[in-house]
């Protein structure tokens, strides 16, 4: 049996998936999964320096081998066997691989690749993937090219091939996080938006730390950003191209507005507006303005975010006295009340699968970074600490990033992933306190 079946087998004891194999009419198997529960043991895997051709240095050979491993290894899924504990060194890209060598070590996938300088500062990467058990292949080998400042990016796309041959998910490594970058004492901190690869390298700052900036959200291409700013004095809602970083400002919207997200097919937002003394969410058509007004109830209405069809919008309101999610038509209309446990919830993020809801939970003077159902059923608190807020989905609908901030007078927030069984937990390194992150979709 093939490692891709061995390693979906393990899945399923793993996970607790539910896997489904059937046979299109081309007699390859397709396989289903669904995951419910945690993982409890990683696959082994082992991800040797790339062989250099050409002028290619060794540290980028390398390097690119480490970003490729430490995707997998942040999973949960896959344990990365150090490269001083490889008895074998790939030399040459094409050359038979000694399984034994690495069955030695008790791996059971092998990524071998190579990296080649060529003209013009650009660069030729090659992987293959290997059942180590079975001593075969898995799938065809892969090339792309690139500029050499591109390498990061590169090392992800395999990385992200890895993760699909041998899960079967969609993945989630090539994808970027904008999130708000902080610094400076708690009762004086400045505030600039940030833009970071997934593993929170290449920083790059896009607004100064003059004024608040909150709750940055991507459009459905990841070329613009939506975000709230204290520019003015008072929240106001812009949009930023990230090509040019030119910036939008809605000067038609009366009153504070805040909460702005954007709609699947990017054409329109949503976003809560406060005027006269009451807070509700409108949706603006972005080439129009054209501005349409979906609650008129007495009451705090905010966090809008629409599901992935853009049939319904999910978001929060002390309507009904405390603070709890409710779901619309798109048009505005009946809301109906989905969460029902101790409590108030607050933030809610549709999954891009469609099939649950992120939010924050406050209960019994902690806060939760939780799931449900649609229909308000499954409740499942992923995490509790003083200040667990602001989650958001990768764009496999299997990770939750959020942002995390510990108590005191030195209190600061830090960037977390928890996958949507609640384990492997993980803080993302940053260069700065970091909150408010946003999931880029899978970039193109």
């Known amino acids: 049996m093939k490692l891709f079946y061995c390693v979906c087998f393990f899945c399923a004891i793993f996970f607790n998936f539910f896997v489904g194999i059937s046979f299109s009419q081309d007699n390859k198997p397709t396989i289903a999964i669904n995951v419910t529960e945690g993982v409890i043991d990683p696959v082994l895997v082992a991800v040797p320096s790339f062989v250099r051709e050409g002028s290619t240095s060794k540290v980028l050979s390398s390097e690119m081998a480490e970003v490729i491993a430490n995707d997998l290894a942040r999973t949960g899924l896959f344990r990365a066997i150090p490269e001083r504990s490889h008895i074998s060194r790939v030399s040459n890209f094409n050359a038979p691989i000694q399984f034994s060598d690495w069955r030695a070590i008790n791996s059971a996938i092998l990524v071998t690749g190579s990296v080649a300088a060529t003209t013009g500062g650009k660069i030729v990467v090659k992987f293959r993937l290997w059942d180590v058990v079975a001593q075969t292949e898995i799938g065809n080998g892969i090339k792309y090219d690139g500029t050499v400042d591109k390498w990061r990016r590169i090392s992800h796309k395999v990385a992200d091939e890895v993760y699909k041959r041998i899960t079967g998910e969609e993945p989630y490594f090539d994808t970027r996080i904008v999130f708000v970058s902080e610094s400076g004492p708690k009762d004086n901190r400045k505030k600039r938006l940030a833009l970071m690869d997934q593993d929170g390298a290449n920083r790059v700052f896009l607004t100064s730390d003059r004024s ?233």
């Open 212 to 444: 608040i900036v909150l709750a940055p959200r991507f459009s459905p291409n990841a070329s613009q950003i939506l975000y709230t700013s204290y520019e003015t004095g008072k929240p106001r809602v812009y949009l930023m191209d990230l090509n040019n970083r030119r910036v939008r400002s809605f000067n038609n919207i009366q009153g504070m507005s805040f909460a702005p997200r954007f709609s699947p097919d990017g054409r329109r937002m949503v976003l809560s507006i406060m005027n006269d003394g009451n807070t509700d969410i409108y949706s603006i058509n972005l080439a129009t303005g054209r501005r349409v007004r979906l609650t008129t109830d007495p009451s705090i209405d905010t966090a809008p975010s629409f599901s992935p069809d853009g049939e319904q919008i999910v978001f929060e309101s002390d309507r009904g006295g405390s603070q709890q999610i409710y779901v619309m038509p798109v048009n505005g209309g009946s809301a109906k009340r989905i969460s029902f446990g101790a409590g108030r919830y607050a933030t809610p993020v549709w999954s891009p699968r469609g099939d649950l809801v992120a939010f924050t939970k406050i209960s019994k003077g902690k806060f939760h970074i939780g799931v449900m159902r649609l229909d308000g059923s499954k409740e499942r608190l992923l995490t509790t600490s003083f200040l667990d807020e602001g989650p958001t989905w990768a764009p496999n609908g299997r990770v939750i990033m959020f942002f995390r901030e510990t108590a005191g007078a030195s209190g600061a927030p830090s960037i977390y992933t928890v996958d949507v069984t609640g384990r492997n937990l993980r803080k993302l390194r940053t260069a700065s306190f970091a909150s408010d992150p946003a999931w880029s979709p899978l970039l193109k």
